[in-house]
T-cell receptor
């Protein structure tokens, strides 16, 4: 099973772009990369998912290099409400592993 | 409103009690999941059901017993729990199995005394 490694915490300021990188050296051919956001005492919420190259939606972008051994979640112009824990998942079928997550703190 | 509801939201039980957690999804999804999240730890996948069939049991102790009577409902039956089982128990559903986007419920905060 592919294990993920993320920074434990990050700090940024309102209006900045934030990039969170996840390492997954043992990613398998069938594995997708998915990012979730979690606020305290709530269930995680899906942000974005990709397999390779770049994916963009209304809230974030996901960059995946050709070797797929890492991925970067990009949050444009963050606000205070983006303060949360961000999880990178790698898996397919029933094999799902949440990593320790990155605690992102946004300051005014 | 995520479309996934969980009851109760909070539960305190003794080690000799038997209780059940309920999860219901109104999204027409075919896969449902139970996760455990202990304090300051990542989510741990416990069970996965796909089209009412259990497809994953992540070495969960037998004091946790899941039940999936239909694609919309998922239960977690609890008996003779230990204090270390105190955690946030989260239910999720997805249209198909992983890696489809999962929709999480608000969780049940369980305290075992």
């Amino acid at each position: 099973l592919a294990k993920t490694t993320q920074p434990i915490s990050m700090d940024s300021y309102e209006g900045q772009e934030v990039n969170i990188t996840c390492s997954h050296n043992n990613i398998a051919t069938n594995d997708y990369i998915t990012w979730y956001q979690q606020f305290p005492s709530q269930g995680p919420r899906f942000i974005i998912q990709g397999y390779k190259t770049k994916v963009t939606n209304e809230v974030a972008s996901l960059f995946i290099p050709a070797d797929r051994k890492s991925s970067t979640l990009s949050l444009p112009r963050v606000s205070l409400s983006d303060t949360a824990v961000y999880y990178c998942l790698v898996g397919s079928a029933s094999k799902i592993i949440f990593g320790s997550g990155t605690r992102l703190s946004i300051r005014p | 409103e995520t479309g996934v509801t969980q009851t109760p939201r909070h539960l305190v039980m003794g080690m000799t009690n038997k209780k059940s957690l309920k999860c219901e999804q109104h999204l027409g999804h075919n896969a449902m999941y139970w996760y455990k999240q202990s304090a300051k730890k990542p989510l741990e996948l416990m069970f996965v059901y796909n089209f009412k069939e259990q497809t994953e049991n992540n070495s969960v102790p037998s004091r946790f017993s899941p039940e999936c009577p239909n694609s919309s409902h998922l239960f977690l039956h609890l008996h003779t729990l230990q204090p270390e089982d105190s955690a946030l128990y989260l239910c999720a559903s997805s249209r198909q199995g992983a890696p489809d986007e999962q929709y999480f419920g608000p969780g049940t905060r369980l305290t075992v005394t």
